[in-house]
């Protein structure tokens, strides 16, 4: 976890911060896994609920559950799913903030037709694994990487700069989890969404890249956060790159601000 200055935004705002790599991303990549890939979301239930578990039991509190691109999409998912079954975990989460989560495919519109999806769906139940056929652009990662452009260093083995392969498999369990979202979810809590107000398609690294989501289209984002299914606030973010707390300074600490915002008034909701 390479985000160091937003745990300690949270620290300083007295939160104890907790940093969790799904299975088969980041930190918990195993010899011989295929990283990322699953066919079903939901199987990231599992840790999830045993995360969810172990920090209220740690931290003696609620938990603000908080998430990042694909992350915001598996986590409304996952929390939809738990309210569904009436789950008494729920109970434990107080909110959910995501950042630039991923709603919809970007691109053209035909990449999300019914054809293209059932093309999808029949490719990814019969060669899972097989790599979607794509050209791997880095601009995001360049904008970001210390050793390019940006002012993080990571692991490019967990993170690398166009990011893993994609196969149909994990496009098709993405795809479904789409599908879920578009119909309509309830998270049980309060929401906020934190995005660029601009998107870019760049196949190379330029000064565009620094102040747009270069990564996912921000007006699908838009389009479907009223899907969430209980009170969600929508903030777009002037200059924001993808991740908007990997933004360049000024920007991050608008979004901070707007973060202290919604706190305040989550705290408030609370205790109404």
């Given amino acids: 976890f390479f985000q160091r200055h937003l745990a300690e935004h949270f620290a300083d705002l007295g939160y104890a911060f907790y940093a969790i790599d799904l299975r088969k991303c980041g930190r918990s990549i195993r010899p ?10 939901a199987r990231y239930d599992l840790e999830l609920g045993l995360a ?8 003696g509190g609620s938990v603000l559950a908080m998430a990042h691109s694909t992350g915001g999409l598996v986590v409304p998912l996952w929390l939809d799913r738990m309210n569904r079954r009436r789950d008494p975990s729920l109970a434990k989460v107080t909110g959910l903030v995501l950042n630039s989560p991923w709603f919809d495919l970007q691109g053209h519109a035909m990449l999300r037709n ?31 990487h210390a ?3 940006g002012e993080w260093d990571y692991d490019l083995d967990w993170k690398p700069l166009a990011g893993f392969p994609v196969r149909f498999g994990w496009l098709h369990a993405i795809r479904a989890g789409h599908r879920r979202l578009h119909r309509g979810l ?6 906020m969404i934190l995005r660029s107000k601009l998107s870019v398609r760049a196949k190379r690294y330029g000064p565009e890249v620094d102040v747009a989501d270069a990564v996912l289209d921000v007006r699908q984002i838009q389009r479907w956060a009223g899907c969430l299914g209980q009170r969600t606030t929508i903030v777009p973010i002037p200059d924001a790159r993808h991740d908007v707390f990997l933004s360049t300074e000024p920007v991050r600490t608008h979004a901070f601000a707007e973060l202290a915002t919604w706190l305040d008034w989550l705290r408030d909701h609370a205790r109404s």
Avoid: C, F, N, W
């Fill in 147 to 149: 050793g390019r452009s």
């Fill in 32 to 41: 011989g896994q295929t990283p990322h890939y699953t066919t079903d979301l």
């Fill in 114 to 144: 019914v054809a293209v999806s059932g093309v999808i769906g029949a490719v990814g139940r019969l060669r899972g694994h097989s790599v979607v056929p794509s050209a791997a652009i880095d601009t995001y990662g360049a904008s970001i």
């Fill in 52 to 59: 969810l578990d172990k920090v209220a039991a740690d931290a």
């Fill in 186 to 191: 309830d998270v049980g809590v309060p929401a």
